[in-house]
């Protein structure tokens, strides 16, 4: 009978995950053909197959451009940092044993905020580096600076989770400052907009930075699938188990941190994918690490890429930042699951 329901439930987790990537295959075509402009489903698989496979097929070079050098790319960069969001997430939960743990716990969001103030306002480091490029120096300088601190004090999880908010306030006050008294009206407004999620810029150099990152993010996760799952009774009985605890919180905090920086780095702050995909992934497929991580990538990446649609056809004429619209639906969902969690418990 055991025997019959494991593979029943082996034959159900296989199910759910091809739905998922076939979900997600979806959702990036129809990302790709939804816009000011529509275009054919069909018109996208030619304009696709063009370009990767030499095809001939005749199509007007607007819709060439808007697919491959636009859309696709913009999908693309929406799934992987989807993707690495919700995987960050489900290690800081892990980690911190904090439920409430989200990738800008640790201050690496503010600290970007800050870098790429610095190149949009102040010019420093301009023309040798991009935004992207100071938004990824501030994450990583914020990351060292809540984990010095944090050895500093002791290094426990409460206390990590306190650097963390300590170091987003004091980088939060930087870019702040450098805002109101060196930014014009028009500057500001960039700002804001780029603080609250954008994709507009993103390209393909973008994709080549972000599709890595989330897939090296992911297969070191894997890779430590059963510290995880001990770390979740605490790092006494982990470290009981023979694990490194050491090591590998330093391992997995790292990714982390370099997972964010990248998002961060290449489309701004985007909350409650961390904190919202972890929680609705343990719900469909339990806790234990080996099934958590691939369903919180997959439901990341379809996440990010429904949220890059809305934002771009909820106001016609006008897209929205894509923060807003994670925010707007993460708040109410992750209230749903609060309360199916409270009826189940």
């Excluded at 859309?71 to 799934?79: I, T, Y």
């Excluded at 908010?165 to 960039?190: C, D, H, K, M, P």
């Amino acid at each position: 009978m055991r025997l019959i329901t494991e593979r029943r439930d082996r034959w159900a987790l296989l199910a759910l995950t091809m739905a998922a990537f076939f979900l997600l295959a979806f959702m990036i075509s129809l990302a790709v053909s939804i816009g000011e402009i529509s275009i054919p489903l069909s018109t996208t698989a030619k304009a696709v197959s063009n370009r990767l496979f030499g095809t001939d097929f005749e199509l007007s070079l607007i819709h060439q451009g808007i697919v491959w050098d636009y859309r696709l790319s913009r999908a693309l960069v929406a799934a992987s940092a989807g993707a690495s969001l919700a995987l960050s997430g489900v290690i800081l939960q892990a980690l911190l044993r904090n439920p409430l743990a989200e990738p800008y716990v640790l201050g690496i969001s503010a600290g970007a905020s800050t870098g790429a103030v610095c190149i949009m306002i102040l010019g420093l480091g301009y023309g040798i580096l991009g935004l992207s490029g100071g938004a990824f120096i501030g994450a990583v300088a914020a990351f060292l600076f809540v984990g010095l601190l944090a050895a500093g004090v002791g290094g426990t999880s409460e206390r990590i989770i306190l650097c963390g908010v300590a170091g987003s306030q004091l980088f939060n006050a930087l870019t702040s400052y450098i805002v109101t008294t060196s930014a014009n009206a028009e500057q500001a407004r960039g700002v804001m907009f780029w603080l609250l999620g954008s994709m507009s810029g993103v390209r393909w150099p973008d994709v080549y930075l972000s599709g890595p990152i989330a897939i090296i993010g992911f297969v070191v996760c894997m890779a430590h699938v059963r510290v995880l799952d001990a770390f979740v009774f605490g790092f006494d009985a982990a470290a009981s188990l023979g694990i490194a605890v050491r090591r590998a919180q330093i391992v997995l905090l790292g990714t982390t941190a370099f997972m964010t920086a990248a998002v961060v780095s290449i489309v701004g702050s985007i909350g409650f994918v961390g904190l919202v995909i972890p929680h609705a992934a343990r719900f469909l497929v339990g806790p234990n690490h080996d099934r958590l991580l691939p369903a919180s990538a997959l439901g990341g990446a379809i996440f990010m890429v429904a949220a890059d649609i809305v934002s771009r056809i909820i106001i016609p004429q006008q897209i929205l930042p894509i923060g807003v619209v994670t925010a707007l639906f993460g708040a109410p969902a992750f209230a749903i699951i609060l309360y199916r969690a409270r009826r189940t418990a």
